[in-house]
DNA sequence: CTTACCCATTGATATAGGTCAAAGAGCCTT
DNA sequence: AAGGCTCTTTGACCTATATCAATGGGTAAG
């Protein structure tokens, strides 16, 4: 058995602790709570939900769904990393997104997906039927309620990555990136500093509109600015944060 | 009386006429149905709905609120267009979208807008409080569907617009900009050619992630291509769609 | 009718970032 | 421990688009 395998396996094992939030019910198939969705649920909610989710585990690189495909599922991320994209025919690929704990992915007014999304990391998810997770928001307006908010802070995020994608240069994208990334961090709990960036930096070009030697030559260019230490495997220290707020809005 | 002003007086005149839908009652404050939103609805829900709503008119350039006010309004565009947009420190402006009748903004999870509003042309749109507003989706779940559903399509628009910005060339762009335009002008009833072009070549630029300039020059360029002829007063024919679509993504 | 302004177009030149190429640096596998 | 991946970094060069500058054209004001 490759180490692959075994990481693979190993990441069935650790179970994620429960949230805190108005109710303590987890899951009942995978043993967590549904994070940003459930965060304001009772109890008789969380259980109709634990009712129709399954787990579904990914190794780094494996697919999730593709884009044009029939959206069956909605996706809440438990545990790891996942990027969403879209393809252009000739292969130019633009990442919409880096999904992380608590995040959703899968909702779609149309029948198909809009994008694909495929693991970053090791990755956990739960899969909630798509049919019959809409049934539960007739009977649960405040979860719609919930999810249209989900939905209209998405439009906002998008919103922003539209102006960095037309408008900022690639050291404003790039500082602009590692802020999001530690403030995100926070949110789930974690340090804003050393951040932990699993993806290449080839993905990091194809989410910022920049080409992987791009990306390089621009972390080497932070570093030697002091304004970040490169700490191998991954980490990144922001060092001088101030640095970067002032580099990712272009002085 | 400057010609503007006349023209601007002129604008409250037309009444756009009633949409075809479920229902036929059209809003008490601006004689139109509130299209996208009450498309769905029953008589009751849109006699609702037009006891909270106001009228609102704009001539062109003006502004209809700012990135980071309170967002105390959502808005339906009735006529006219609306571009919205959100700003570098130094100016630097990034398009997020152009917005027709039928179309809705305003729509925020946060207390404060996440863009700035203004009139392209003689616009006119409806206003609804967005604390009636949101009294009356606890009223109507149906109607929260509804927005769920507008919320999700505008998502997956926004993550085109990203991977035009991020992954097309100058010509991909405003060949794909060409043709969401035609599109868009089809679902308004209108005809997909000659197509109505109101915003100025800066406004194309901003929200294709280019300069005026380069707007100008790749015009002339699928101009001398036999796409399209420019027939002044913002009117431009798309005379070889096929021709468009195949250079929208890229050959 | 004339002037003034704004916007679009075109030309000349500059540059940020892309492309091509090669050399490390970690790893997993054997 | 050695070989072979894949990913990152760095260098040299190139090109698409930005920038700077000038001209033209339409429309409104006087």
Redesign the interface.
Known sequence: MTLFEIRKMSARLPTPAPRTGRSESPCAACNVRHLTLCAALDDQEVADMSAIVSSVELGPGEPLFDEAEPAKNVFNVTAGAVKIY?L???G???M?GFLFPGDFLG????ETY??SAEAVTFTTLCRFPRKRLEAL??QY?RM??R??????????V??????L????TAREKVASFLLLLSRRAVQRGQKDSPISVPMSRNDIG?Y??LTTETVSRTFTLLKQAGAIVLQGSGKVELSDRAALEVMS???
């Not at 998008?158 to 102006?163: G, N, R, S, V």
């Open positions: 879209k252009l025919p000739d130019r690929r633009q919409t909702l779609a007014n149309e809009a994008y928001l007739e307006p719609e309620r999810l249209l908010g989900m939905a209209s802070h998405e439009l906002a998008a919103q922003e990555q539209m102006l994608l037309g408008r900022k194809d910022l509109g809005d272009g002085v």
